[in-house]
């Protein structure tokens, strides 16, 4: 074999690099971990990994630790407490996802909020473990997020509400479970309660949330709030209200200069008052009957509606407003 094969055979290896006399130096394409992944990024799989490293700490670690955060507010202290109970909060978070049903990650942040709060609480001299500590502030921090974003208006506003938020549907399906009715009057018993917080939570609970803007058909521009009628008399309504009784009130003022002084007087003692006087007070001062009164009562209104019908032609339109004296 010559000495010229025998280099080439030694020097038989996979390039690098491919020689290209257009393009110069190619290099090997080269490809992310995320571009061949063949199953998709999970976070909450990332994050469970992650806070796997962290080891769990010993009931006398505990207490040291407890004691340097207590007493010398110590935050490497905090963030060893912190870290090593992770997997508690993700425990707890997962006991609520039947109740959120949503993105997990959502309860076990709100959790770590609650955990971090927990080691500020911390008395490491009251002969309590820390995980039972924390799993109540853990539980509070959960439950108050999913209540606050069950539904755009809250359904649990009292610490009485969110209890009964978070045991009613569980005491429910355990009365089904031994055969009983989950009516109001047994859970009330059960919960401690009254029948009308029951009732109403459970109203809460199997209601949704309709936004006012959204339309009332898939093929109408119209939204609901335009068909809810209001007690509040709209600003246009207002409006229009206090021109007629001005243009009222004007002509009112054009029709008494019409009327003898008896009629005047019967008109605004009688018509026109809050307090209207008796047809016998009027009679009395005019030395006339009742009956009497009555008809010139009655004659000063048939003018009156005629007088407004000669000056404004669409007086009728205006027959349901009240005029105020």
Request: proline residues 3%; hydrophobic residues 35%.
């Amino acid at each position: 074999m010559s000495k010229t094969s025998k280099q080439q055979k030694g020097n038989k290896k996979q390039p690098d690099k491919i020689k290209n006399k257009n393009s110069g130096d190619i290099k090997k394409p080269e490809h992310s971990s995320a571009d061949t992944a063949l199953v998709k990024f999970d976070p909450l799989q990332r994050y469970l990994a992650e806070i796997s490293k962290y080891k769990l700490l010993t009931r006398e670690q505990e207490i040291e630790l407890g004691k340097r955060v207590l007493e010398e507010g110590d935050t490497e202290a905090a963030y060893v407490l912190v870290t090593a109970n992770l997997r508690l909060v993700v425990k707890i978070a997962l006991e609520f996802q039947r109740v959120w049903m949503q993105n997990l990650l959502d309860l076990i942040q709100e959790g770590n909020i609650g955990l971090m709060q927990a080691v500020k609480k911390f008395d490491p001299y009251k002969n309590v473990k820390f995980s039972y500590y924390a799993s109540f502030w853990i539980k509070a921090y959960i439950l108050k997020f999913i209540m606050d974003n069950w539904r755009l208006v809250k359904i649990g506003t009292t610490q009485g509400q969110r209890k009964l938020f978070f045991k009613l549907k569980k005491e429910k399906q355990k009365l089904v479970d031994q055969g009983f009715d989950p009516n109001p009057k047994l859970l009330s018993e059960r919960l401690g309660v009254s029948e009308r917080e029951i009732v109403d939570m459970d109203q809460r609970l199997d209601g949704w949330d309709l936004s006012l803007d959204a339309p009332l058909k898939d093929d109408s521009d119209a939204g609901r709030i335009e068909f809810l009628s209001s007690e509040i008399e709209s600003t246009e309504n207002q409006v229009a209200k206090k021109e007629i009784e001005t243009l009222l009130h004007n002509k009112i003022d054009e029709f008494k200069k019409t009327m003898t002084e008896r009629e005047l007087e019967i008109f605004e003692q009688r018509i026109f008052a809050d307090s209207p006087a008796t047809l016998q007070d009027i009679g009395d001062r005019y030395g006339i009957s009742r009956e009497r009164v009555r008809q010139v009562e009655k004659n000063i209104i048939k003018k009156l509606r005629a007088f407004f019908k000669q000056e404004m032609p669409d007086f009728d339109s205006y027959d349901s407003v009240e005029v105020s004296s």
